[in-house]
């Protein structure tokens, strides 16, 4: 009788058996021959993506399913390596770190500290680490909600920052008496979500109804769906979640993930919840709350109104075809296909099929009805011209994304569309619009995005090589970019433009060709502020910092910020840092990203010693005397007290002839009614230059230095060698510590002016579109 080897077997029996296989069994499998030791085993891309997803419930990436060695890697990192950042607003402690209440506010100090200063700290510009999170076990997946961002864990926990519902009031109990009801406190240290007595808390130990699979944070309120089929729904985090129930709606609960009746997925809109139910459609229902008296014993909560979006309900289970009606199943599949994904707006739900369509309805709720419009498609391509061959891929859609009154539709072909509301709306109402349905933004085009994060005024792309790039607006420089900033420098580095009336800050039409890169390197924020405070020669910079930083014409800031961009990318290939013991992935990878509001964050996968060699790397002994004078005045900044750098006061009236005086303020009011003139037209306004006769008298010195004394050093505080970006700590300085300000020569023609030779660009001057951020 003739034997049979593993390798006689058909590759789609072998593809059937990997799944059942933990990885240390499929690598060794693999491994055993060279006929199994192929890129098309080993990188097999459902064996790895659904071990990572069952293993610690990492969210599925459509964009990305295929990509077999990416999901390899995350399996190995995300162990060990995830870590949550955030930045943006911190009001009620919804970034969990950094955070300064009303009384703190009032006692602050040290002496000197003024309030704006310590009222900046709730502005966090940079990402910062999440605080607490280290007995919270492997982190999958995070999400900002309104006033709030919340985790889930490996083990299907979900804990939460902030507060859920910043509007809400709460009732105060002392001693079983009811009080005046309250805000809700914001949690500044990550809280567990709690469910009803008799439940067991996932944090404590598994419990399948509890244990969360997928979960999804609302402007007020966030949603779950346990292991075992249950929808859960919170509105405060001093408050046990509600089991959602259905009047009208059948849901298999505690069943096999399969058939009639199964919820496939929740998502918590603006106002709405929702969720997608097997054979049903897509429901939608207000958000639940507890009442002011009602006891957290009864754990769940019937919901009487909901609503059904029509042509929702065709789902291709198990190989057998399903519908929300008897005889429609064929019917659906050809002219709708199988919803895929869904994001529920402010005033419409928006869902991508499986066969490649996108289509918006629009949300009736009040009083007196409750319902959904029937579903329009969505065209893809508009205004096509003879000449223009458009490819099926370009018009066939993969994945659908959006909060609020964004969104963003991928393509087969790599595009990402992005639009909002109003023109869903003027299309809804069959209104004649001459403005285009979508705007493709260069940056975010063939960039191989995974995901498009939206806050308020700004957003997020995650593009699959673990990078962040932002664009929008930051309301009242709140850092929501996550660039730097706070209306100072370093965010005009980067390429912010702030406005003199409110502070907002928007970023310059150059950042839409390539985008603006998130940083989470520590090097970095001090190379952009040695940059920021003039370089080695701040006084052969002046007259470009002043181009750069403080012009009207937009050109050289925005090219300036290009080229900043292009020499922070591929941090770790620049100082020759990449071995053979990297996987790629590089020193931060971001898994992924979120955004509401105004504040955002990332889940980033750390390789630590790679980061510390990029650290190492970066810096050198200090040689006193080497290299250019410490004594040079700076004409560009200082910092504050708290460290955080800011522009510094002019010089004293009273050191000033009175000529001079009345010069600067003439001046100074001048620019400012300037920028105020542009604000009121409607144009573009921009941060005006200092005012004639400003020159901050700061130097670099330190004293630790021989020779060097406090006095003519100026080593006061707020004026060290370290608060410029030149140095770490005493005895080490940066390898930049002797660069100079940029010099270029902008794309116009035009030459920057200085003694220094010209830069060149790293990765090459782009073409810019300075029509993509409008």
Same mark, same amino acid.
């Given at each position: ?128 680490? @999440? ?33 859920? &519902? ?8 002392? @001693?079983?008496?009811? %009080?005046?009801?309250? =805000? ?7 809280? #567990? ?89 897509? *429901? ?9 008296? =009602? ?37 659906? $599949?050809?002219?709708?296909? =199988? ?6 707006? =402010? ?12 289509? *918006? ?112 607006? $930051? ?14 420098? $370093?965010? %005009? ?27 989470? $390197? ?15 020669? #701040? ?5 470009? @910092? ?75 002994? &200090? ?10 005045? &700076? ?87 370290? &608060? ?18 940029? %010099? ?31």
């Amino acid at each position: 009788m003739a034997t049979t080897s593993i390798l006689d077997l058909p590759i789609d029996i072998l593809l059937l058996i990997f799944p059942y296989l933990d990885a240390l069994s499929f690598l060794s499998l693999t491994a055993t021959c060279k006929a199994l030791h192929r890129p098309e085993f080993i990188h097999d891309h459902q064996y790895w993506s659904l071990l990572v997803r069952k293993t610690f419930r990492v969210p599925n990436q459509p964009v990305i399913q295929n990509d077999g060695q990416r999901w390899q890697k995350l399996f190995k990192r995300l162990a060990t390596q995830s870590k949550i950042y955030t930045w943006g607003n911190n009001e009620k402690a919804c970034l969990g770190h950094s955070y300064l209440s009303p009384e703190a506010i009032q006692n602050a100090g040290p002496p000197g500290l003024s309030r704006a200063n310590v009222l900046r700290r709730r502005h966090i510009s940079w990402p910062a680490e @999440m605080l607490g999170t280290e007995e919270m076990g492997v982190i999958s997946d995070l999400q900002c909600g309104g006033w709030s961002t919340s985790m889930l864990t490996s083990k299907g926990a979900l804990y939460t920052v902030g507060v859920v &519902d910043g509007l809400q009031l709460t009732p105060r109990r002392h @001693m079983g008496q009811p %009080r005046p009801p309250h =805000e809700q406190s914001g949690m500044m240290a990550p809280t #567990p979500l709690r469910y009803p007595p008799g439940f067991v808390q996932p944090h404590l130990r598994y419990y399948p109804a509890t244990a969360v699979k997928q979960f999804s944070s609302g402007r007020a309120h966030i949603l779950a769906l346990s292991d075992s089929g249950w929808i859960w729904s919170w509105q405060n985090l001093e408050h046990a979640a509600l089991h959602v129930k259905f009047l009208s709606h059948d849901t298999l609960e505690n069943g096999n993930g399969n058939g009639r009746g199964t919820i496939v997925k929740v998502v918590a809109g603006w106002n709405k919840s929702a969720a997608l139910i097997e054979a049903t459609g897509i *429901v939608l229902w207000e958000p639940l709350q507890r009442g002011l008296g =009602e006891a957290e014993i009864e754990d769940a909560a019937l919901i009487l109104e909901s609503a059904v979006v029509p042509k929702t309900g065709f789902r291709c289970s198990g190989g057998k075809s399903t519908s929300d009606g008897a005889g429609q199943g064929t019917d659906l $599949e050809d002219a709708v296909g =199988e919803v895929l994904n869904f994001v529920v707006l =402010e005033e419409v739900v928006l869902f991508n099929t499986s066969s490649g369509k996108v289509f *918006v309805a629009q949300i009736f709720w009040s009083d007196s009805e409750q319902r959904v419009g029937e579903p329009l498609e969505l065209a893809l391509q508009e205004q096509q011209s003879e000449d223009d061959q458009t490819t099926e891929d370009a018009t066939f859609a993969t994945d659908v994304q959006g909060s609020f009154h964004s969104f963003a539709i991928f393509t087969q072909a790599g595009e990402v569309l992005t639009s909002d509301q109003d023109h869903l709306m003027t299309l809804l109402r069959n209104e004649q619009s001459a403005r285009p349905m979508f705007r493709r933004i260069p940056a975010l085009q063939h960039k191989d995005v995974i995901s498009v994060a939206f806050g308020d005024y700004h957003f997020h792309a995650l593009h699959s090589s673990g990078y962040i790039t932002s664009y929008g607006t $930051e309301p009242g420089a709140c850092g929501a970019l996550g660039l730097g900033g706070h209306g100072d420098p $370093e965010g %005009r580095l980067r390429g912010i433009r702030y406005q003199a009336f409110g502070g907002d800050g928007r970023l310059v039409p150059h950042a839409y060709s390539e985008g603006r890169r998130v940083w989470f $390197e520590e090097e970095k924020r001090q190379w952009i502020k040695f940059l920021t405070a003039g370089g080695v020669d #701040p006084a052969e910079a002046a007259e470009r @910092m002043r181009a750069a930083l403080g012009s009207p014409e937009v050109r050289c800031q925005g090219e300036v910020s290009e080229w900043i961009e292009q020499q922070g990318r591929d941090w770790e290939s620049k100082f020759g840092v990449r071995g053979g013991d990297d996987d790629g992935l590089g020193a931060y990878f971001a898994l992924s990203v979120t955004a509401a509001g105004w504040h955002s964050g990332a889940l980033v996968l750390v390789n630590e010693d790679l980061a510390l060699k990029v650290k190492n790397a970066c810096e050198i002994p &200090d040689r006193p005397n080497e290299g250019t004078d410490e004594s040079v005045e &700076d004409n560009t900044g200082g910092t504050s007290d708290n460290g955080s750098d800011t522009a510094p006061a002019p010089p004293s009236p009273s050191t000033q002839s009175p000529q001079i005086q009345q010069q600067t303020w003439a001046s100074s009011l001048l620019l400012l009614a300037l920028d105020y003139g542009r604000w009121f037209l409607g144009i573009a306004p921009y941060n005006a230059p200092p005012p004639a006769g400003y020159r901050p008298q700061t130097t670099r010195g330190d004293p630790a230095r021989p020779g060097a004394t406090a006095e003519s050093s100026g080593f006061q505080r707020g004026t060290h060698a370290r &608060d410029f970006g030149q140095s770490p700590r005493a005895g080490v300085r940066y390898v930049w510590a002797n660069e100079q300000f940029p %010099r270029l020569k902008l794309s116009d023609g035009t030459e920057m002016p200085g003694a220094v030779p010209f830069d060149t660009w790293r990765y090459g001057r782009p073409e810019f579109d300075l029509d993509a951020g409008v």
